[in-house]
């Protein structure tokens, strides 16, 4: 019994030396970030200096009206590339840009930007179903799309890929591997800053900021 009282002694000291030993290790990492976040990427701003004009573009909105280069003039507009079955990317950026966009709404004069969000599956993303998706996330996102080759060409200017991936064989089950940064455009129509994933809305809204008061705000040019 003796010896039976020791090894329970001995393994209750044992677990609580572990259980002090994970607490050390976990406090260490919370209060070194440098170690800790070291593996963890961070948020980051791909600027285009000069931006990149973009021009001759055609698509369609979800409203059924074209959606051109002119649409770009007067509005700074956030762009993602994606698709309404996506499983993961697509809500999760389309969440990270409401969080961007709300955030605007309450701190800083929102007025002239836009969420736009380009389905680069035509195949099975009408108008309508585009436009439940989108609005599901935000009433004022806008959803655009349109034939494969202007989809192409759209992409093609923003340096955006997409692929389909086929399951089995062919027809509608597949996925489509695409771009996941969110790109930003300026109030004359330029490309001036892509943000790869992973997203923070906050440093996306603080970037955001920076390059209106660069740039300016583009109330002087407002077209629609």
């Not at 030396?17 to 593996?39: C, D, F, M, Q, T």
């Not at 439940?132 to 935000?138: A, D, H, I, K, L």
Request: net charge neutral; proline share 5%.
């Amino acid at each position: 019994m003796k010896a039976l009282r020791e090894n329970r002694i001995y393994f209750t000291l044992l677990f609580f030396a572990l259980v002090a030993a994970i607490s050390l290790w976990s406090w260490r990492g919370i209060n070194n970030p440098s170690k800790a976040e070291a593996s963890v990427p961070r948020s980051s701003t791909r600027l285009f200096e000069p931006p990149i004009p973009l021009n001759a573009l055609s698509l369609t909105d979800h409203n059924g009206r074209e959606f051109n280069a002119v649409r770009f003039m007067g509005n700074w507009t956030f762009i993602f590339f994606g698709y309404t079955n996506c499983p993961d990317v697509c809500p999760v950026a389309l969440v990270d840009l409401n969080a961007v966009y709300s955030g605007l709404e309450k701190g800083y004069e929102l007025g002239n930007t836009k969420v736009v969000f380009v389905s680069v599956d035509p195949q099975r993303d009408s108008l309508g179903h585009l436009a439940e998706y989108v609005t599901y996330f935000n009433k004022n996102f806008l959803g655009i799309t349109g034939t494969p080759g202007q989809i192409e060409e759209f992409a093609g200017k923003f340096g955006a890929a997409y692929k389909k991936v086929y399951n089995e064989g062919k027809g509608e089950d597949y996925l489509v591997d695409h771009t996941a940064s969110i790109m930003l455009v300026d109030h004359l129509g330029r490309l001036i800053a892509v943000f790869p994933p992973p997203h923070d809305a906050n440093f996306i809204k603080a970037e955001f900021i920076k390059l209106r008061d660069k740039y300016g705000d583009g109330y002087g040019c407002l077209v629609n």
